[in-house]
């Protein structure tokens, strides 16, 4: 039997579906995964058979081809495996009604006993699933709070393969996860640690560093050490203008893709405040890599990126510098792609005299 299940790829801060096709039939027991895909996606079959073994599930002893279309974009990561393994199991008629999974985008990384472990980028894949129509999104409970920001599509929180199945076969009732991003944002957008109005005296600096958030200027401190540069700087985000609703999409579909939310996390709703330590490579601050990731300039959008003590960074490191503070945006490029990460951040550097 052929079915057709849906998953997605993010290449920068957007996503792209994947259409995964599954065939099984009865001619053998062997399976064959095409598509580009990479080590971790080709492994897929060990954790999806252990899954279905450990949960009393049949895995086909039958000649199983996988396609991950389109081919010509290269396949990372292990989010496919859940999307691969709800396929097989509507292609083996374990789901009764394979044509309903087509209406889904699918994702999850399957362990051994059949649970779900967290992706990177649901957002982003959260709002291309919208934008193309997709009535919903099934996920890792753990992410379903960042993909249910994303209007009229439902998302559905999942814990162990055995909730897909019993979802489709409609023996199973998953909640639907929602999210009002308004509110949440709403209430969030005032919780501070920490607060400029903590800093006793300094009023010369305070008032400069004043200046500098009102205008969006990138400012140095020069003292000497316990002077409090470090903590004036922690604390400047707290006098940034709030951030408006579109700044936190932004500023979360980047946190998503890097892995830098937390479970059950909803919108990033303070500016960030990155402080990479001196030894940091150009390539970890402006982002990049074999699979790119966004850099520590880009985890700083919208926000402040502190560079202490900025005689110790690297040349090379401050110079790669000079374009991304310029456009507010890098451009990582290679052989076979090319992506964009956004990079409009707030430059706050110190240094000893």
């Avoid at 998503?256 to 500016?271: E, I, Q, T």
């Amino acid at each position: 039997m052929f079915v057709k299940t849906f998953g997605s790829a993010v290449y920068g801060v957007n996503a792209y579906t994947i259409t995964i096709e599954v065939n099984v039939s009865g001619d053998g027991a062997s399976y064959s995964l095409v598509g580009l895909p990479d080590n971790a996606v080709k492994e897929s079959w060990l954790r999806i058979h252990t899954a279905f073994k450990n949960n009393g599930l049949n895995a086909p002893r039958k000649k199983i081809v996988v396609n991950m279309a389109p081919a010509d974009i290269r396949k990372e990561g292990s989010a496919y495996d859940l999307t691969i393994a709800t396929g097989i199991l509507a292609a083996s008629e374990q789901i009764f009604e394979p044509e309903e999974i087509s209406k889904y985008i699918i994702m999850g990384e399957l362990s051994l006993d059949g649970s779900i472990l967290p992706i990177k980028g649901a957002l982003p894949i959260a709002i291309q699933a919208q934008k193309e129509g997709f009535k919903g999104f099934i996920l890792p409970l753990q992410n379903a709070k960042e993909a249910a920001i994303v209007k009229d599509l439902e998302v559905y929180g999942v814990e162990k393969i055995t909730d897909v199945l019993g979802f489709f076969n409609g023996t199973l009732q998953i909640d639907q996860v929602k999210a009002d991003p308004r509110t949440d944002f709403a209430n969030a957008i005032s919780e501070f640690d920490i607060d400029f109005s903590d800093v006793q005296g300094q009023e010369n600096i305070k008032r400069a560093m004043e200046i500098a958030a009102a205008g969006g200027h990138n400012i140095i401190l020069i003292g000497p050490p316990g002077a409090g540069k470090t903590m004036l700087a922690k604390r400047l985000p707290t006098i940034l203008p709030p951030m408006t609703l579109h700044e936190a999409l932004e500023t979360t579909k980047i946190h998503s893709v890097a892995g830098k939310l937390s479970d059950n996390a909803g919108l990033v709703a303070h500016r960030p405040f990155r402080s990479p330590h001196h030894t940091i490579s150009d390539v970890a601050l402006v982002g990049g890599g074999t699979n790119p990731q966004p850099g520590e300039i880009s985890l700083a959008h919208n926000g402040v990126l502190f560079l202490d003590e900025l005689p110790e960074f690297k040349r090379t490191v401050l110079e790669v510098m000079r374009q991304p503070l310029e456009d507010r945006k890098v451009n990582i490029s290679r052989a076979k792609l090319s992506v964009d990460y956004p990079a409009s951040f707030m430059l706050v550097a110190s240094m000893n005299p």
